[in-house]
């Protein structure tokens, strides 16, 4: 909705800010969301998952780990 106002207001530089803004956001969505970040993910291995990754190991090797769980 506020591309749209950006967008029919008759000002050149709301127009193309409408527009940046509008490619910006498709670009995230169909580009960086679905291509670049599992590519990153991928490519960085066990470190991609940061966070949980370094959780899981730090789980895993406390002594009855197991134990515990059940």
Do not use: H, Q, T, Y
Request: zero cysteines; proline letters at 4%; charged letters at 15%.
């Amino acid at each position: 909705m506020s591309f749209a106002i950006l967008a029919i207001v008759n000002l050149m530089e709301f127009r193309e800010l409408a527009f940046a803004m509008a490619a910006g956001v498709l670009i995230d969505a169909f580009f960086v969301r679905s291509v670049l970040v599992p590519a990153l993910i991928s490519l960085f291995g066990r470190a991609g998952g940061w966070p949980w990754a370094r959780l899981a190991d730090e789980r895993a090797a406390e002594p009855g780990a197991l134990s515990a769980a059940a």
